[in-house]
């Protein structure tokens, strides 16, 4: 049985959901498999536009399983491995899904519907947008499990989407944090009633999948790459690139046809 379901919500539009609602979705061996081929699919994906990224039950994700007991053979490749060995590559197979999450062409939106800690956290934090239900909570974990709480992702992510000042206050007492204090932080976009956050979710979606392919996988690349840029001058090189590309789609045409008619653009498929 899996244990992440997909559901075409409407036209471009898919949601992701974890479901392990008993464990509050802690990520699991199976779970992780899931993911990873959930995520392999919607790569090469062309219909799908945009993802949304929620949890079954009361809990986004919880995080790691702890009450797993896995060994070598668990994960693909890792057959016959010493202890040490097993942990590394499964640390790596976890670390990877967040690189999926965040390097998919579609955006991602979380739709944190409940608690979202360690590798909850960073499955949040890994999306491109996220919205919460009031319902909902956010802790660092991996500290208090007597690791670091830099974690698969978290220490990049948390201090560029925060202040670093927060997030290192968030990461070194691993405390559990509410939905509204996320909201205040800047951590999330916006915050609803439980019974309003997929439809705020598929909102949003719904405004992305309307833009043009191209727009869109642009933008998202773009923006992540850029802020990571050394300089205003190599962000604005990328940007001179995106545009002029940009220019022979036909896109920029049919905009300004669609608005001198006063229609919907047909956007060209890439």
Known sequence: MTTVRTDPLEEGILRVTLERPERLNAISSGLLADLHATLDRLAVDRETRVVILTGAGRGFCSG???GQRDGPGAIPGTE???PLGF?????????EVML??????QPVIAAVNGVAVGGGLALALASDIRFASTEASFGSAFIKAGLSSCDVGTSYFLPRLIHP???AELMLTGRIFDAEEARRLGLLQDLVAPEALQDRALETARLIRNNNEYGVWMTKKGLWTNLDAPSLRHAMEIENRTQVLGCFTGNMEEAMKAFVEKRPP???RL
């Open 64 to 66: 790691a399983d702890l």
């Open 80 to 82: 016959g491995m010493s």
């Open 87 to 95: 942990v590394y590559r499964y640390q790596e197979s976890l670390a």
């Open 100 to 105: 999926k999450i965040h390097e998919l062409p």
């Open 165 to 167: 000042g927060d997030a």
């Open 266 to 268: 047909n956007w060209k």
